[in-house]
């Protein structure tokens, strides 16, 4: 799978709501959706959520913290002052470039980039940076199978599912 065949992939969620940002494990998780169907984008690498040219949130704000609890960083702080800005925006555009890095606009202004963040990594398998998938009701359909998920690496794309 190529840049081209990843953004034709991820712009189905052009159209479709923001309807939740979540935070696990310092990788921030995008679901986007309607009544028939969602889709979750859970990003490894460098995310910035930008308004009006104003970086609101990044995945390097979880580096600043109080040094006692992982919950008390400024990820966290900013995420939850912002979230009622960033969610419930209207997917516009998806754009993947050549390095796979992903940028994704809302209508209200929002901007979501996804940046691949390290190099060819000899350990590849560890160098996980997002994955994109729709969801079901109970993520899986009646043969108990995922929909599949389409994993991004610094170098390459892997299905699996």
């Avoid at 028939?36 to 984008?41: I, M």
């Avoid at 939850?80 to 050549?98: C, W």
């Avoid at 560890?126 to 991004?152: K, N, T």
């Amino acid at each position: 799978m190529n840049s081209f065949e990843l953004e034709n992939l991820i712009r189905k969620i052009v159209g479709l709501r923001l309807t939740v940002i979540g935070y696990a494990c310092n990788m921030p998780m995008f679901n986007f959706g309607n009544s028939d169907v969602s889709y979750s984008l859970h990003a490894q690498c460098l995310t910035r959520i930008i308004k009006n040219d104003d970086i609101l949130v990044t995945t390097y704000d979880y580096q600043s913290w109080d040094g006692e609890h992982d919950e008390k960083n400024d990820f966290m702080y900013n995420l939850k002052k912002f979230k009622p800005e960033i969610e419930g925006g209207l997917v516009v555009s998806v754009e993947v470039n050549a390095l796979f890095d992903a940028t994704i606009t809302l209508d209200n202004g929002v901007v979501i980039q996804i940046i691949i963040d390290n190099s060819y990594s000899h350990y590849d398998e560890a160098a996980e940076q997002y994955r994109f998938f729709e969801c079901g009701s109970d993520d899986e359909d009646e043969s108990g199978i995922l929909p599949p998920h389409y994993v991004v690496y610094s170098k390459r794309i892997e299905i699996q599912g």
